[in-house]
């Protein structure tokens, strides 16, 4: 079986696939492949300060968004694990750091559509004749583009993130995703508090 083509029409016996023949290392690889597919989100941000060299931008989006994925899965990982239990989950943390990249799966399709945006990202920075101002256009459209591809692939993994949750601790996919939503809504909770607190400070109340 392989995960990539599978994981489309057999979502949930791809990820007791992976779960029984994979490593950890092939969880890796792919959340790699998935970080490495956004990060050109972060180097276009750059886009035009010319003060930034082109390859300083390219290893700031890069090496940023491969070490906050990675930071993230583990911390998911511990977070999927401790609110499935509370919810009545059996589920290890090893197992959810093996099905927490599935969900990144298909995200890793748009890769050459990525290294795509790159291509145009660099042209634009290396050449101001006219032929560097068609990439400028193949860019502008190309960006928003895969931003919405981007989305509709997120939500499909978010469906698999809810089943691989779901499959470890042994309870449905919508307890999966139930655990999805208590940690967003904790942390927008903590959000909605910092941004609150932050604004009191600027503007303390008048006495």
């Known amino acids: 079986m392989n995960p990539l083509l599978s994981i489309w029409g057999r979502p949930t016996e791809t990820i007791h696939y992976v779960l029984a023949h994979k490593k950890l290392t092939y969880s890796l690889l792919i959340l790699a492949l998935a970080a490495v ?3 050109p989100f972060s ?7 010319e003060d930034f060299p082109i390859a300083g931008v390219l290893f700031i989006a890069y ?3 491969l070490v906050s994925t990675a930071a993230g899965w583990f911390i998911g990982a511990g977070l999927y694990t401790w609110v499935g239990k509370w919810l009545g989950g059996k589920g290890t943390y090893k197992e959810m750091l093996a ?3 599935l969900g990144s799966l298909p995200i890793v399709w748009a890769l050459p559509f990525s290294v795509l945006l790159v291509i145009c990202f660099i042209i634009i920075r290396l050449n101001d004749s006219a032929f560097a101002a068609s990439f400028v256009v193949a860019a502008v459209f190309l960006g928003p583009l895969l931003m919405f591809v981007f ?5 499909y993994g978010m469906v698999i993130l809810s089943k691989g949750i779901g499959i470890v601790h042994r309870f449905s996919a919508w307890k999966g995703f139930g655990t999805i939503a208590i940690i967003l809504g904790f ?8 941004m609150i607190s932050l604004i009191m400070i ?3 109340a008048t006495t």
């Open 187 to 194: 942390f927008m909770v903590l959000y909605i508090i910092f």
């Open 37 to 39: 597919t956004t990060a």
């Open 63 to 65: 090496f940023g968004v």
């Open 202 to 204: 600027i503007f303390p």
């Open 43 to 49: 180097a276009m941000q750059f886009l035009f300060m």
């Open 151 to 155: 989305i509709g692939l997120s939500i």
């Open 99 to 101: 099905i927490i990249p």
